[in-house]
């Protein structure tokens, strides 16, 4: 039986994996039915929990290579900046002026990467070493803890603006594809 090329084009379409930022390498654990959307800052581009809203949950995130995919996204590690709470590894806030990032839950690892240098490569070729302080957490979120933002994804690298600055990145974008390793 002959088919069309529409359809065959329909038929790729539908088979092939999609390669957005948005794509999610991982499953669900469970979803976190958001309540509020108060007090979230969004200065720094922040996604807010809406009322009613179901955000997906993850316990765990891609295995971690020598060229580990991921998605780079903006933070702020300073008070009473859009990234909630003190860093999860010290108990402290950090300058945005540091090399410094935050992990999806499953590569933070119940803390076994705090204080450790992970290098961050670019589509650009730049790269940077960068120390893990804090959790971008995947499983908690639309509370004042989380500054009323949703779970993180499974596959973030969560950057202070120093990381994009060396990396010869745009803040303004808010998120790039990268690869990361355990330096």
């Known amino acids: 039986m002959a088919i069309s090329f529409r359809t065959a084009v ?10 957005s930022l948005s794509a999610s390498p991982c499953k669900p654990s469970g979803f976190l039915h958001s309540k509020s959307n108060k007090n979230c800052d ?14 997906p949950q ?8 020598a060229h580990t995919p991921a998605i780079l996204t ?18 402290k806030f ?22 450790k240098k992970i290098k961050i490569t670019a589509k650009n070729g730049k790269s940077v070493l960068a120390k893990v302080v804090d959790e971008c957490d ?5 509370d004042k803890d989380h500054d009323n933002q949703p779970p993180c994804r499974c596959n ?3 950057a202070s603006k120093a990381v994009w600055k060396a990396l010869g990145l745009n803040t303004n974008v808010g998120e790039e594809s990268i690869t990361w390793s355990d330096a």
């Open 58 to 65: 993850y316990k765990n995130s891609p295995p971690v290579t």
């Open 156 to 158: 973030v690298v969560d």
């Open 74 to 91: 903006l933070n702020c590690f300073e008070e009473n900046c859009d990234g909630g709470g003190a860093s999860a590894c010290d108990g």
């Open 94 to 115: 950090h300058s945005d002026n540091e090399l410094i990032v935050a992990l999806s839950t499953g590569w933070y690892n119940h803390r076994s990467r705090c204080g």
């Open 138 to 142: 995947s499983v908690n979120g639309c």
């Open 42 to 55: 969004q200065s720094n581009g922040a996604d807010c929990c809406k009322a009613g809203k179901s955000y």
């Open 10 to 19: 329909l038929l790729l379409t539908l088979l092939l994996p999609k390669t």
